[in-house]
Nanobody, 123 residues
Framework: EVQLVESGGGLVQAGGSLRLACKGSGFTFDKYDVVWFREAPGKEREGVSCISRSDKRAFYGDFVKGRFTISADPAKTTAYLQMNDLQPEDSAVYHC????????????????WGQGTLVTVSS
């Protein structure tokens, strides 16, 4: 069974940091690109970041502005999203997903995704 389990969310003050983790199982982790997307009440699903399995190129949404870093460790079948300088508008449920090709724009066509981890940023 394919599973993606996110962890690392929580409540943080504006300007703080969190490191999200995404543990994959039930599939060959390094055959897929990894996407992080987020969902907030009343807002469209938004692509946050994506990392290519082939050359480890990373892509970020414009709103990230250098604050987040995506990485992946195939040996641990885990991907990470380091988030710094968090702001209240970053509050959302963050999901990781797998995709054959990296995209932060098409975040509705996904191979698998997890239940998400809640990030709340207070002002």
């Amino acid at each position: 069974e394919v599973q993606l389990v996110e962890s690392g969310g929580g409540l943080v003050q504006a300007g703080g940091s969190l490191r999200l983790a995404c543990k994959g199982s039930g599939f060959t982790f390094d055959k897929y690109d990894v996407v992080w997307f987020r969902e907030a009440p009343g807002k469209e699903r938004e692509g946050v970041s994506c990392i290519s399995r082939s050359d480890k190129r990373a892509f970020y949404g414009d709103f990230v502005k250098g604050r987040f870093t995506i990485s992946a460790d195939p040996a641990k079948t885990t991907a990470y999203l380091q988030m710094n300088d968090l702001q209240p508008e970053d509050s959302a449920v963050y999901h990781c997903a797998t995709r054959i090709t990296c995209s932060i724009y098409d975040v509705y066509v996904l191979d698998a995704w997890g239940q998400g981890t809640l990030v709340t940023v207070s002002s």
